[in-house]
């Protein structure tokens, strides 16, 4: 069973667009945020940067949501993620976001990699991902 | 034909993260700007606010994007968008990011609805879009 | 005696930036979500959006924070958050940020007048604060 | 004389909030941008990053900005920047914001230190403005 975290969001003011509603890139942000409790509650730290460099990470490698009804400022969703699927040095999170009356707001998923960096961008390559992470997330 | 569009942006600093490569979340606000320039270039004004109020435009249905190379601050990126695809109501633009050396840095799409809103959030829904639009830019 | 409202955020991975710090417009996204947490506290509804219009509401006449110390990724700071000065269309408010050690990362004000807006931008014009306001927020 | 540099940007969609005009925390980051535009034009390369780690740069420790008048999606503005003030290791940027009739948008100033890190947020201290970098800028 893979480990399942929950995160609000309250839909800020600056969340919103001259529309009236969620500006899109917002819910990818909110994704973001949601891997990071989805790892804090497996007691994983995710990109430490305690050195004052990241070495070693989890970038993205593709992302996708669907938009299923508008949401406007005030509003709370609720945001629950798991990790849908592993690979060698890939995984899949899977984020479904809710209304306050329980209703799917948007549904989405973040694949990521387990990867490293030592200089510039370009240095960026996948490695494995460790087992204890795949444990831990339930993998 | 569809129309094309091109639209450069610099990497900006606040574009990214402690990882030193572009914020995901950023992409998806470029991608944005990219299809308001496609607009542009068709002649047509998407979204219009000048009355002081959002009445009708362009909402996201869904939107997906692959990352295949990072990023970093000060690199610019070319766009070339285009609508892929058009329905009813809704329709899709492809957008594809370069660096300065001509290799793909990005790749995605926007699904999109022409859509009315007369009050909050709720009230958004979809209309058929108008003849014009597909026109313009050659669906 | 002023209302002063508490608000707490985490340092997320996107409000920093390449130099592992928080990127400083964050800040003043944080100060904003203050003012409508102090709004909240108050029992007032700034910037209501339910008609699908904004028609009235506080938008900024200046803004200015001084930064004491650097905060990175996963630190929560809290902010307190006060009207210090009433004018007669304008107002002060000024925000507090404390890092877990309860040391001052941040403080400064945000300036928002009462306006209306009945058009485009160009309509904006600042109107008398209403007197429930002020009493609410201890003015 | 300082050195001065002009910057365009284009008010986007995403700039904007639910009132329609520029979510204020939007004119902190074309300051930022704007002062990264100043440092090319010196020919200076700031906040380097090319090593995979930022270990010298010039993060804030103050800014402000007072808006004139409102500005709406699709407006372009442009932002003149020169430092107005050298210290040791401080130093103060002056932005002006006019939009299309020239009439002033917004001005503020940005006040950075020289700094170096070398391990977490902590460690972050002030150093010397090198000579060159004076010279450069004109002060």
Known sequence: MPLNSRHE????????DPAGIVYYP???RWCD???YRLFLAAGLR????????????????????SFRRASQHGEKLVIDSHVSKFGGSSFTIRHVFRDAAG??????TET?????KR???????S??????????LGG
Chains 1, 2, 3, 4 share one sequence.
């Open 9 to 16: 969001v309250t839909v800020e003011w600056g969340d919103c």
């Open 119 to 125: 200089g510039d961008a370009r240095s960026l390559k």
């Open 46 to 65: 995710r990109d430490d940067v305690s050195s004052g460099q990241w070495k070693e990470g989890t970038p993205l490698v593709a992302a996708e949501c």
């Open 103 to 108: 209703v799917i707001a948007a549904e989405g």
């Open 26 to 28: 917002s819910y990818f």
């Open 112 to 116: 990521r990699i387990w990867a490293e």
């Open 33 to 35: 945020q949601a891997t």
């Open 127 to 136: 490695i494995a991902i460790p087992d204890e992470v795949k444990r831990r």
